[in-house]
């Protein structure tokens, strides 16, 4: 006879947690290549395009003045299903659950906010989907603790596991996605912790892989390495990125607080969609979540005026999608708003130093890294996720400088990251010290 662990021994409840982080890791991977799937075949057999801004740009200027507010309004009917629930599920609710346990984490809330963000995405709104990816991930974390009868400890690492597995598998970058729990969620390393985060990483990237692909999801580039003073150009990336990421997070959050005052659900989504569809109707290049217009920025293929204009036109479209109610995430759109500062930086700079100075390129996504850093307060995980959808070595060092410069300023402006404002906001305060996060009044 063969001896079987008793699933009450704790050699029983080491195998059922394992079984629980392989299970999340390839749920989560799953719902991110659906997710991303459905769109592009929603989106190829109407416009036969596989990506929103291609879908827009085909699209006549009426259509795409009336889908995002058709898409808002079945967003915020979806949320008048989720209205009267304790608690949403936004990274700081993710945040909540791992530190302290105490919030429950809704499959059915969570998947009803994903449909509504992917019909808010597909109509055209200015969202990230990396925000349903992630809340997905941590959400399937807490069922299958349950469902496993796993400790509340257990449980609570599950789901910074399928937090990071939904963040690997929007990016592709298994490193930023365990640096995004360590310094985001939890704020502090412990192996209890993230032994499973990189286990789930791991599985996550690796089936996104399989089925979207191994590159890096803006495409390798080689930048030249800088000198010793090209560096300082470097850090001046960091304070101009930390000042547009400190008046984006400032203009979403006035406009959430007028939104609330406006209009009740759903007609409130509706009319950020009205207004996201103004927008969209005369520069398509807003839709989505940023990614397509990026990578031509990284590329140098924009004009400075054109970016000019796009970053405005994202900040204003991004706010009145999401402050308005739709479900989605900023942190796409803010590498859109840092590697467009970073262009127009880098560009001032070449016309001033020529090319000595370093490549516009360089500097857009330095750019990208430091605006994330700002609003994150999160500086390793910025750089490495930058180097990661870069892949090139040579930009380490500006990387670790902007980010470190950025996290600085934009502390030194506001004490709360993004998701940390969120947190208080609802009552919940708490800061990084050296033994770990604690709470405050």
Known sequence: MTNRPDPGSPRGEHLRFFVGVVAVALLSAAFAVAFRGALSAVLGFATHRSDVVSAMRRLPWRLRLFLPPVGGLLAGLLAMLTARKP?????????????????????????????????????????????????????????????????VERARVLIAAGTAAGFAAAYNTPFAAVLFVLEVVTGVVVLETIVPVFIATVLATAVTRFFVGAGPI?????????????????????????????GFMRLLSRAEKLFRRSLPLPWRPALGGCLTGLIVAALPDVAGNGYEPLNDILD???????????????????????????????????????????????????????????????????????????????????????????GDYAIVLPLVLATGVATAVSR??????IYTAELRERGVGWELTLEGRRMVE
């Open 412 to 417: 030194a402006l506001r004490k709360d990251s």
């Open 218 to 246: 803006y495409g390798a580039r080689t930048f030249m390495a800088p000198s010793a003073i090209v560096l300082f150009a470097y850090a001046g990336v960091g304070v101009f990125g930390a000042l547009g990421a400190q």
């Open 300 to 390: 140098a293929q924009r004009s400075v005026g054109f970016v000019a204009i796009l970053l405005l036109a994202k900040c204003l479209a991004t706010t009145t999608s999401v402050s308005s109610g739709s479900p989605g995430g900023v942190f796409t759109p803010t590498l859109l708003l840092g590697g467009g500062l970073g262009f127009l930086y880098g560009t001032g700079l070449e016309s001033w130093f020529g090319s000595k100075i370093g490549s516009v390129g360089s500097y857009a996504l330095v750019g990208m890294a430091a605006t994330t850093a700002a609003t994150t307060h999160a500086p390793l995980m910025a750089a490495v996720m930058a180097f990661e959808l870069s």
């Open 87 to 151: 608690s949403g599920h936004g990274v700081g609710d993710v945040m909540e659950a791992v530190v302290f346990g105490r919030v429950r984490l809704s499959m059915r809330v969570t998947l009803l906010k994903s449909i509504g963000s992917w019909c808010a995405i597909v109509t055209g709104g200015s969202i990230g989907r990396e925000g349903p990816l992630i809340q997905f991930g941590g959400a399937t974390g807490k069922v299958i603790g349950n469902a496993l009868g796993l400790t």
